[in-house]
Structure formats: C-alpha cells, structure tokens
Nanobody
Framework: QVQLVESGGGLVQAGGSLRLSCLASRSIFSINAMGWYRQAPGKQRDFIATISRGGRTNYAASVKGRFTISRDNAKNTAYLQMNSLKPEDTAVYYC???????????????WGQGTQVTVSS
C-alpha cells in the first residue's frame, strides 16, 4: 500500500515561511506528477502547485511568486516552500502523487493525510 506522508506544517506569523515535505513511503516503480492542494474550513479543496517528473511546474495565481514546489526523485519526495505567508493561506495542505507501483501498473492518484498550516496576523 502506497502512503504519502506529509510533514512541516505548523503555526507561523504573517510574513513567515514554512516548508512542507511529502514522502512516498514504499518502493515504487515510477512517480509521475506530484503536487499540493489545500482546503480551508468550509471551503472546497483548491489546487496550489504541481511538478512533473522532469521538473516542469505550475502554480495557482494566489501563490505564484510566494510558493515554490520542488522534488527529489531519488528520495520519492516533493517539497513546498512557502514564503511571505498570509492569514488567508491558513488551511489543511494535502499532497498528491500519480504513481505506478509496478512496471505494468496504470498510474493512479494517491493522497496524503493532510498537514495543518496556520498563519496568524
């Protein structure tokens, strides 16, 4: 069973920074796209950023220029560096990855359990 394990969330003041990590926790044939979504209380889950296996990135307009997504393919890990945080960035952040567990397996989407990010004003 593939698990995506997130870490790095917490409480930070406005203007501060946090770095989230997302580790795929078992031997995997191939991880394709990885990325992050977030969900604030009472709101839908929104796209934040994605990165292809080759490193091509895409960001939501609300975080572009403040957040940076990266990955280490050798470590099966994605990162989200969040700078200039605002109170409206407060949410549960979810990692996802499109993974082929074995060489003949179809790529499927897996999600982490979420990590809370709270930005105080």
């Amino acid at each position: 069973q593939v698990q995506l394990v997130e870490s790095g969330g917490g409480l930070v003041q406005a203007g501060g920074s946090l770095r989230l990590s997302c580790l795929a926790s078992r031997s995997i044939f191939s991880i394709n796209a990885m990325g992050w979504y977030r969900q604030a209380p009472g709101k839908q889950r929104d796209f934040i950023a994605t990165i292809s296996r080759g490193g091509r990135t895409n960001y939501a307009a609300s975080v572009k220029g403040r957040f940076t997504i990266s990955r280490d393919n050798a470590k099966n890990t994605a990162y989200l560096q969040m700078n200039s945080l605002k109170p409206e960035d407060t949410a549960v952040y979810y990692c996802y990855a499109h993974i082929s567990v074995g060489p003949v397996d179809v790529s499927q989407a897996y999600w982490g359990q979420g990590t809370q990010v709270t930005v105080s004003s």
